[in-house]
């Protein structure tokens, strides 16, 4: 039976066929659907981790108690992965293991842009990469069987376009499979100097056998046409065929590490010339010219950003864009934060005490973005609390500062940046905003919700217990409503004035939440009004100024939009926003 599946989606009904019993992983766009489409299927554990390098030992431990064993993650995600990636080339597996991975060409929802092929030949492990959803789920069935022939992790690499297109899949019924036997074999798992220094012999002697298998695997295919050649992978093959068509030759790789010399040269020699087409960076053309070739690619086609149809038309074949353009001008929309998001207010009263905000990775990274513009910095998840200490240690009290970071993210990454401030003698003040879900990824459960991804109840894990628990006094560890705006002012300057370390937990529920009791909108008395615009620094997009009869501008309401949260009622200083 076919189905029409979102890459994501294919992914995990890949898992599913393949027999896949354990998926471990942490969200991330574009990668966050998988885990969520996998948990659907009652034979596939399911759950979400606390951080992508956890997800991967979790999954590791799977496979080597037996079971194939997944993982997904976004392409940063990999980086805090790394330490067991790497690992895992060494110790190999038990039941198959396939790692998914999903970069992000263009940054989409991202703070870089990461060729995440690089990790697949500096770990030594072999990296599949489909181009559309048929082959995501084939080429994961097939990932599971090669990770077992090779006693090896497999990657599966993705990219935006890929995860979030969508394309017909044949489905097929699901192959049950026992769990293999557990040895003991502490040569192979037990990661010692002198136990490692064999295990790279045989990681070595591995992917010179996976060098082999590339020139005949079955992800790779050659494509007869004209004698222009293109090597290609992923959805750039799409971009390649619709701009070609049958002019061209294609050497469309599936398998991009390792890759085949034979192969390579074998399909250079069939055609007068060839172009590597690739996004990011020039991964596969840098082998082609270490083998001699004379190719074209990164010369003529940029290194940054989402590729199309449009852009290789332009570069390789000197075409104008056509693009249609529409009569009026589009007014911009830039990101907001939503109606009723319990971030703005707290990103209101920083801006307000004129603090240092270093941030982090979430939906409250909108808080640096106009009007609130309150956030100094964001590099990494939890890197807001440990910059924020260095940063305390050099200037000392000249600076008022403060970390800013989620309930999800900080128990991915920001707990030992915690732990440093008070093991260090740091007195630096972080604010965790607890909104009771993953928000930035689409509403994740996480250690802190109660539930589990598969909404089954999971134990209650106490924010204010974790952080006494990591050596902050309890006096110095304050609750508090971000939507009482003189409040949450009072306790961030108190605990600024403070001799130690403390933490702010600004507690309200993500206003998407369904369980979110919702109030009415509120209006705009236009009596009371003055048109100060001073309810227009919130950055609420359910407020808008608009000229009255007699040519004063008024604030108004979005009746649609508007959730009553009453931030706004609560900042007027006349009282003009009302019930």
Not at 120 to 146: G, H, N, T
Not at 312 to 330: F, S, V
Not at 410 to 431: A, E, P, Q, W
Not at 444 to 469: F, H, M, R, S
Request: glycine share 10%.
């Amino acid at each position: 039976m076919k189905k029409i599946m979102l890459g994501n989606e294919a992914v995990a009904r890949g898992l599913y066929e393949a027999g896949v019993s354990f998926v471990s992983s942490y969200p991330g766009t574009p990668s966050t659907e998988i885990t969520e489409f996998a948990a659907k299927y009652d034979e596939i554990y399911a759950e979400w981790a606390p951080n992508e390098k956890v997800a991967l030992e979790a999954a590791l431990g799977a496979s080597v108690g037996g079971a194939r064993s997944f993982c997904a993650m976004k392409h940063v995600g990999l980086n805090v992965a790394a330490d067991p990636l790497f690992i895992t080339a060494y110790t190999g597996v038990g039941g198959g293991f396939v790692i998914g991975v999903a970069d992000d060409p263009g940054m989409h929802s991202s703070q870089n842009e990461q060729d995440s092929r690089h990790y697949a030949e500096a770990a030594k492990l072999p990296m599949a990469e489909p181009a559309d959803s048929a082959e995501c789920k084939e080429f994961v069935r097939l990932c599971y069987e090669y990770s077992e022939k090779f006693d090896t992790p497999f990657i599966l690499r993705l990219t935006t376009r890929v995860s979030h297109s969508s394309n017909p899949v044949e489905t097929l019924e699901r192959s049950e499979l026992p769990l293999k036997e557990y040895v003991k074999d502490a040569a192979k798992h037990v990661m010692m100097p002198a136990n490692a220094r064999r295990r790279h012999v045989v990681v070595e002697k591995r992917l010179a056998d996976l060098e082999e298998f590339a020139y005949s695997c079955p992800f790779n295919k050659i494509e007869k046409g004209g004698n222009l050649g293109i090597i290609t992978a992923g959805n750039c093959y799409n971009y390649a065929k619709e701009v070609f068509g049958d002019s061209a030759s294609y050497l469309k790789l599936g398998l991009v590490y390792p890759l085949s010399e034979k192969l390579i040269r074998e399909f250079a020699e069939s055609v007068e010339q060839i172009i590597v087409i690739e996004e990011l960076d020039g991964f596969i053309e840098r082998f082609c010219r270490s083998m001699g070739l004379k190719v074209t690619g990164k010369d003529v086609l940029p290194l940054c950003g989402e590729y199309s149809q449009s852009l290789l038309r332009e570069k390789l074949l000197g075409e104008e864009p056509q693009n249609t353009a529409l009569g009026d001008d589009i007014p911009a929309r830039p990101p907001v934060l939503c109606p009723g998001c319990p971030h703005r207010g707290v990103f209101y009263v920083l801006k307000k005490m004129g603090v240092t905000v270093s941030g982090d990775i979430g939906c409250y990274t909108l808080g640096a973005v106009p009007p609130l513009a309150a956030m100094d910095s964001t590099y990494c998840m939890g890197a807001s609390i440990s910059a924020l200490h260095g940063f305390n240690k050099v200037r000392g009290d000249e600076d008022r500062s403060v970390a800013v970071i989620g309930d999800s993210t900080f128990m991915h990454s920001g707990m030992t940046g915690l732990v440093n401030i008070v093991y260090n003698g740091g007195k630096s003040t972080v604010i965790i905003l607890d909104n009771r879900i993953t928000g930035m990824t689409g509403h994740q459960q996480n250690p802190l919700t109660g539930l589990t991804l598969k909404n089954t109840p999971a134990p209650y894990i106490c924010l204010e217990d974790i952080c006494a628990g990591l050596g902050v006094a309890r006096e110095h560890i304050r609750v508090v409503d971000p939507a009482k705006l003189k409040e949450l002012e009072q306790v961030i300057g108190e605990e600024l004035s403070a001799d130690c370390p403390s933490v702010v937990i600004c507690r309200r529920p993500c206003a998407l939440l369904k369980g979110v009791e919702r109030h009415p909108a509120l209006r705009v008395n236009t009596e009371k009004c003055r048109g100060c615009t001073s309810c227009m620094k919130i950055g609420c997009p359910c407020i808008s100024m608009v000229r009255g009869e007699d040519g004063k501008k008024k604030a108004a309401v979005d009746p649609l939009m508007c959730v009553g949260c009453g931030l706004c009622k609560e900042l007027c200083a006349f009282g003009a926003f009302e019930d």
